[in-house]
Each structure stands twice: as C-alpha cells, then as structure tokens.
C-alpha cells in the first residue's frame, strides 16, 4: 500500500488501459500516492515499480479494506427468499 503521510492518495479503478491508466499516471506525476486497482493486475508492466503507484486486483483492494476498518462486520439486514414478512 502507499505510504501514509502528507501526500494525498488516490483510488483509481479500471488502470489497466486507457483514461484509468492515464489517470494514474498523471496523478503520480503530480506526487499524489496512486492505488491503481484493475481485473488482472498480474498482467500489468507500466504501473508496476512506478514509486508511488501500487498495482492490485479490485477484489484484493476490497478484502484489503475490509480487514482493515472493518474486521468484524457482519450483516444483519439480509431476509431469507422464502420469508413472509408480517404487516
């Protein structure tokens, strides 16, 4: 993950090509701390070893995140198919 500080960090998705790639660049460009989040990240070569851009999978982002800020969440909101909710 980017170094935590001073410098403002970025979450960008969808950096594997186009304005995501472009996006992620030009704020690291400009010093910001980049996390660049893509499908298949393994495939990445112009974003990795970049000083302040770190590369990773959506997915590992959010398991990331959760771990975290939220390591004990759980969801109380969910209501089975097959239930009659009462009026």
């Given at each position: 993950?980017?170094k935590?500080?001073a410098k403002?960090?970025?979450?960008?998705?969808?950096?594997?090509?186009?304005?995501?790639?472009?996006?992620?660049?030009?704020?690291?460009?400009?010093?910001?701390?980049?996390?660049?989040?893509?499908?298949?990240?393994?495939?990445?070569k112009?974003?990795?070893?970049?000083?302040?851009?770190?590369?990773?999978?959506?997915?590992?982002?959010?398991?990331?995140?959760?771990?975290?800020?939220?390591?004990?969440?759980?969801?109380?909101?969910a209501?089975?198919?097959n239930?009659k909710?009462?009026?």
């Open positions: 993950m980017p935590q500080g403002k960090t970025a979450l960008i998705t969808g950096t594997s090509s186009g304005f995501g790639k472009a996006t992620a660049k030009l704020f690291a460009k400009k010093g910001w701390n980049v996390v660049a989040t893509m499908r298949r990240p393994e495939a990445e112009a974003l990795v070893g970049l000083d302040n851009i770190f590369v990773t999978s959506e997915q590992e982002y959010i398991k990331h995140m959760r771990s975290q800020f939220f390591p004990k969440t759980k969801s109380n909101a209501i089975p198919i239930t909710i009462k009026k």
